[in-house]
DNA sequence: GTCTATACCCAGATAGAC
DNA sequence: GTCTATCTGGGTATAGAC
């Protein structure tokens, strides 16, 4: 089989398990199994467990971290660009949904792997936007200023990065719409002011 | 040492080791060590590492069941309603640090187990109040009926249930006051009305 | 009730034949 | 590049002395 084919299988596969159980669960027969290969093969492709690990983020911190950039670089105002952040992180949790389940559920472990692999400050840029675009919210006076910016970042994360967890986007439910959706209930509120 | 005493502190100290790395990753003799005996002594009083868990997990879920209980049979009004059940959802996760942690972060693992210990049902009663209370409150007109009821439930949960990984109550922070926030931004949203 | 010692297993990783 | 076989370490759990 092709090189670069089988590598990929392998972290295909491994993310698949990685998002079941959790790492330390995961033993790497597991994933040669389920790539249909002896767990010795494994090893010339990467040389630890750590190692599929870490390349499993890192194509993810990456391609997420470019998006987030193209994003910033539109400038456009606090509450559409919320709207686009939280697409891309629906998205991008959709696409690499191993990958962001155990960012998430592992952080502490995943924050030392990609210290290691000298990606931690890539790995906050997106905070970072996320940090802007709230602080130009209240700062242009679209966001209310009496409840803590910092509290509000955490909850839209604490919401957008566990939202795969219930989510499927299909033909008629895009991530854009629960994107529209989580940002609706955030910014106007479930108060019906209807009546 | 008094037994009651040596138990409660193999529990305490499990739990905080499950809550900063994962069930797999820790060892017998981690938390061995950490309640100062060795390995072998722990299996006088649990028959195995997943027995210490399990128990965690009795202890936590029992004592959330109860409070919604408790609560549910004073009737408030569903917005009241919601927030005192945010504020019994972060108490808890405070109270109960480890056994929230685990309890959400190895949900698959978890359930495995309370099944196995018969508390399936106890576990869900804590869900069912919730969407009881927002479906009380779209039907009396006081929440929008243009989100999905569903969609609000799993938000809420996943701002509620990791809020811990942020938030510290204190004197002037407590766990009323975030629920409180957490109820406001849900149910009035972030725009600024006031200008 | 706790310690010492250890059985037993399975993990990650390696070496050499093919 | 993959398989077979295996090393080595560390895991859960147990047994018996104290």
Redesign the interface.
């Known amino acids: 089989m092709d090189p670069q084919e089988r590598r990929r299988q392998i972290l295909d596969r491994s993310a698949e398990i990685f998002a079941?159980?959790?790492?330390?669960?995961t033993t790497i027969r597991q994933i040669a199994d389920a790539v249909g290969v002896y767990s010795g093969a494994l090893y010339h492709y990467f040389p630890s467990k750590d190692a599929i690990v870490t390349e499993l983020i890192r194509e993810y911190i990456e391609d997420l971290t470019a998006r987030c950039r193209d994003l910033v670089a539109r400038s456009l105002p606090p509450i559409e660009r919320m709207e686009a952040l939280a697409t891309i992180a629906l998205e991008t949790s959709a696409e690499y949904h191993g990958a962001t389940a155990i960012w998430r559920?592992?952080h502490?472990?995943m924050r030392k792997l990609l210290i290691a692999a000298d990606m931690a400050d890539t790995a906050d840029e997106m905070e970072e936007a996320w940090r802007v675009a709230i602080a130009e919210?209240v700062a242009d006076?679209?966001?209310?200023?009496d409840?803590?910016p910092?509290?509000?970042q955490?909850?839209l994360y604490?919401?957008l990065w566990?939202?795969s967890?219930?989510?499927t986007a299909g033909p008629e439910h895009t991530h854009a719409d629960?994107a529209a959706?989580?940002v609706?209930?955030?910014?106007?509120?479930?108060?019906?002011r209807?009546?």
Do not use: P
Request: charged letters at 30%; zero cysteines; proline letters at 0%.
């Open positions: 079941e159980k959790s790492i330390a669960a559920r592992e502490h472990y919210g006076g679209s966001l209310r200023d409840v803590d910092h509290t509000l955490e909850m604490d919401v566990h939202a967890r219930w989510y629960l959706t989580i609706t209930v955030f910014v106007d509120g479930m108060r019906n209807a009546r």
